[in-house]
C-alpha cells in the first residue's frame, strides 16, 4: 500500500510559476514508475510527466521546455517544477505511483489567470 501526499500549488499569473511535491509514504519507492497528471473541468485526466526509477522522464507535448520532473528516491519523494505558466494550464494535478498497482494523490488545483 502507498499514500501519496501533494503539496504546492495556487494561484499564479500567466507567466509565472509554481512547484509541487508528492511524498510517498510506502516501500518499494525506487520501483514504482511516478508522474503527475492534470484534469481541466470538463477534460479527461491527462499525462503532465513521468519518471521512472532509475531516471527516465517522458513528458507531455504541451509542457515540454516549461515543467520539469525530478525525483530523489532516498526521500520517496517526486516533484514538479512548473515554469512560464499558461492559463490552460488551469487544472487539478494528480500525483500517480505506478507499479503492481495505481496509487493517486488527493489532488491539488492550479489556476493560473491570464
Known amino acids: 500500500q502507498v499514500q501519496l501526499v501533494e503539496s504546492g500549488g495556487g494561484l499564479v499569473q500567466a507567466g509565472g510559476s509554481l512547484r509541487f511535491s508528492c511524498v510517498a509514504f510506502?516501500?518499494?519507492?525506487?520501483?514504482?514508475?511516478m508522474g503527475w497528471y492534470r484534469q481541466a473541468p470538463g477534460k479527461q485526466r491527462e499525462l503532465v510527466a513521468t519518471i521512472t526509477g532509475g531516471g527516465s522522464i517522458n513528458y507531455a507535448d504541451s509542457v515540454k521546455g516549461r515543467f520539469t520532473i525530478t525525483r530523489d528516491n532516498a526521500k520517496n519523494t517526486v516533484t514538479l517544477q512548473m515554469n512560464s505558466l499558461k492559463p490552460e494550464d488551469t487544472a487539478v494535478y494528480y500525483c500517480?505511483?505506478?507499479?503492481?498497482?495505481?496509487?493517486w494523490g488527493q489532488g491539488t488545483q492550479v489556476t493560473v489567470s491570464s
Open positions: 500517480n505511483a505506478r507499479g503492481l498497482e495505481n496509487y
Open positions: 510506502g516501500s518499494a519507492f525506487r520501483f514504482f514508475l
